[in-house]
């Protein structure tokens, strides 16, 4: 399992059910919209007081961002 991958599906994934921008999403999660676009790329690693302002704006339980989809 790739965790980064993992995530920056899943964030995608939650935020765009949402149906909400990057942007407005970083707005909703007090992060940069650039960090944002770094996750959903797997371009970066997060540290967990983020994970937790990320699940916070989506409306969802932490650990749902962690679950792999069995369909990869």
Same mark, same amino acid.
Do not use: C, P, W
């Given at each position: 399992?790739?965790?980064?991958?993992? $995530?920056g /599906?899943?964030?995608?994934? !939650?935020? /765009?059910?949402? &149906?909400?921008?990057?942007?407005? $999403?970083?707005?909703?999660? &007090?992060?940069?919209? /650039? !960090?944002?676009?770094?996750?959903?790329?797997?371009?970066?690693?997060?540290?967990?007081?983020?994970?937790?302002?990320?699940?916070?704006?989506? &409306?969802i339980? /932490?650990?749902?961002?962690?679950?792999?989809?069995?369909?990869?």
């Amino acid at each position: 399992m790739d965790i980064v991958k993992v $995530f920056g /599906t899943n964030l995608r994934k !939650y935020r /765009t059910a949402l &149906g909400v921008s990057q942007e407005k $999403f970083a707005e909703m999660s &007090g992060l940069h919209r /650039t !960090y944002i676009s770094d996750i959903e790329r797997f371009q970066r690693s997060i540290a967990l007081d983020n994970v937790q302002k990320i699940a916070d704006a989506l &409306g969802i339980e /932490t650990y749902k961002l962690f679950l792999e989809d069995e369909k990869n």
